[in-house]
């Protein structure tokens, strides 16, 4: 059979208008840019002249075609800063406008009209991950099991295994590949307030409301001895050693609302040593790697400072005293590094203890290349401080980031250490920049309270828990909400991200596992 070929294309009509003019094709502006590093201000190539409607791949093509030495091209992020007087005095809207189609579609018809093609564009680079994380957008599965609110939250290392803390007296373990509880983990005669991996995921550190730490192989869920008795009051947080200093038995430190930090040797099962310098309790213990040759320890207590003590005797080092209300919440720039030790995005198993300390040492060193330890504390007192105690400004703030209206409830540095976000209980996020604190945009679209966050590991999205009983993930590119995670029916307490999952825990007393 012939093979029919399509009727001819209609003519189209026009009932006696006049046929418009056949539109000419625009022609797009060309514009100087010039490309500089968003860590140290330095030119990455000499001013080019071309045209603004150039994409943004091609602008990251370009820009590695001008710097690469035979090197495999780096993914990039673009933006350009708003000059000082566009800025409202609210300091609400973003800072910066991210080139995300090309210089044209973003920069030029920017709604703030500060820019034209007559002015020399000074755009900001920033590398990026050279993975990229999926977005979750769904549920996976609901988990039942708890029978009072989870408490908290936190994957393993890998990704592989998952740890649920909750109101009921019990830990949980999950298996992730199928998606079903794997072991309880019950000892505790209190709430379950904290889970904290080992970096090597041979352990697992629970702390409870009866003042006692408990130690668990996640393999078995069997108790590792009996529990870690010496706080007179509750846990409020734990911390394992950095695997790149002690791989072989990291210790463990537990701060406690009774004012006190303890460090644990989990080998012979003893305090080794008792912190005991601040005057109320202690909310938050991280520890650092900088300082030296066992690291450092940073506690954030309600006596309204900051400590950074020694982690080989646990001398004081510096005290750092700017809050006006508790200090609640801390974040480390290596709080991603420390916590996954050796396991990056590769997939790859360390073969032995050496190599391992080896590789955690090389991430640990490679981020701290371009920036001291900096870390981040949060306060009742509506603001947050930036500190790097190691480096010229020793105990006063390198900034201080104001703008959330009410208590200020977690905050959390990206993997990388380029930005720091904070979440406050006046329902809205606030994202900075995290070498110098400067405000970069505030996300807003919970109407309730913001709990908990979490950063993807290739820093391109941030996940929020809310009282509104939703999870919100969003995209640092635009700034707006990416996917919107409804599901749970009550308040979410805790929240964490892992490779393309997302996992949540609340008051609904399920956990809820989500993907892409």
Not at 162 to 183: F, K, Q, V, Y
Not at 341 to 352: I, L, Q, R, V
Not at 477 to 497: A, N, Q, R, S
Request: charged share 20%.
């Amino acid at each position: 059979m012939a093979t029919l070929l399509p009727p001819p294309k209609r003519v189209k009509v026009y009932h006696g208008v006049p046929e418009p003019e056949p539109e000419e094709p625009r022609t797009s502006p060309n514009i100087v840019v010039h490309f500089v590093s968003d860590d140290s201000g330095a030119s990455l190539a000499p001013v080019v002249n071309l045209p603004a409607s150039t994409s943004r791949d091609g602008l990251e093509t370009l820009l590695n075609t001008l710097t690469s030495q035979d090197q495999d091209p780096v993914p990039f992020s673009f933006h350009v800063t708003l000059p000082e007087d566009e800025l409202d005095a609210k300091q609400s809207a973003p800072t910066r406008v991210v080139i995300a189609k090309s210089i044209e579609a973003d920069i030029l018809s920017h709604a703030s009209g500060a820019f034209t093609p007559e002015d020399i564009l000074i755009v900001r680079c920033s590398p990026q991950s050279v993975f990229r994380v999926r977005p979750a957008t769904r549920c996976s599965s609901t988990l039942s099991g708890h029978t009072s609110p989870i408490l908290c939250a936190s994957f393993s290392p890998t990704g592989n295994f998952l740890a649920t803390g909750s109101g009921d007296t019990t830990a949980r373990l999950w298996n992730l590949d199928t998606e079903t509880p794997s072991h309880t983990l019950s000892g505790h005669k209190g709430w379950v307030l904290c889970v904290e991996w080992e970096a090597m995921e041979r352990k697992l550190a629970t702390g409870g409301h009866d003042g006692h730490v408990r130690l668990w192989d996640p393999k078995t869920g069997k108790p590792l001895g009996d529990a870690l008795k010496g706080h007179s009051k509750w846990i409020t947080s734990l911390s394992w050693e950095p695997i790149h200093i002690n791989v072989v038995s990291p210790r463990l430190a537990s701060s406690s609302k009774d004012g006190t930090v303890r460090i644990w040797s989990t080998l012979t099962r003893r305090v080794e040593y008792t912190l005991g310098g601040h005057s109320a309790s202690v909310n938050v213990v991280k520890w650092g790697g900088a300082g030296g040759g066992k690291g450092v320890i940073y506690t954030a207590s309600s006596d309204r400072t900051v400590r950074v003590w020694d982690a080989e005797l646990g001398r004081p080092l510096h005290t750092l005293k700017d809050h006006a209300h508790w200090v609640t919440t801390l974040t480390l720039n290596t709080d991603f590094v420390l916590r996954t030790g050796p396991f990056d995005h590769t997939g790859k198993k360390p073969a032995s203890d050496e190599e391992a300390q080896k590789l955690a040492h090389t991430r640990y060193t490679a981020l701290l290349a371009t920036t001291p330890e900096l870390l981040i504390s949060g306060s009742d007192d509506h603001t947050l401080f930036l500190w790097s105690p190691f480096s010229a400004s020793g105990t006063k703030p390198v900034a201080r980031l104001t703008g959330h209206q009410r208590q200020v409830s977690h905050v959390a540095f990206s993997p990388d250490g380029r930005w720091a976000a904070s979440a406050g209980w006046d329902g809205s996020v606030r994202v900075w920049e995290g070498r110098t604190g400067k405000f970069v945009a505030t996300l807003r679209g919970h109407v309730g309270a913001v709990y908990r966050l979490a950063w993807s590991a290739d820093g391109r999205m941030l996940v929020s828990a809310s009282k509104d009983s939703t999870l919100k993930i969003w995209d640092l590119k635009t700034y707006k909400i990416k996917v919107d995670l409804p599901g749970h029916t009550d308040e979410v307490y805790c929240v964490d991200f892992v490779a393309d999952k997302v996992v949540s825990g609340g008051r609904d007393r399920t956990v809820k596992i989500w993907r892409n």
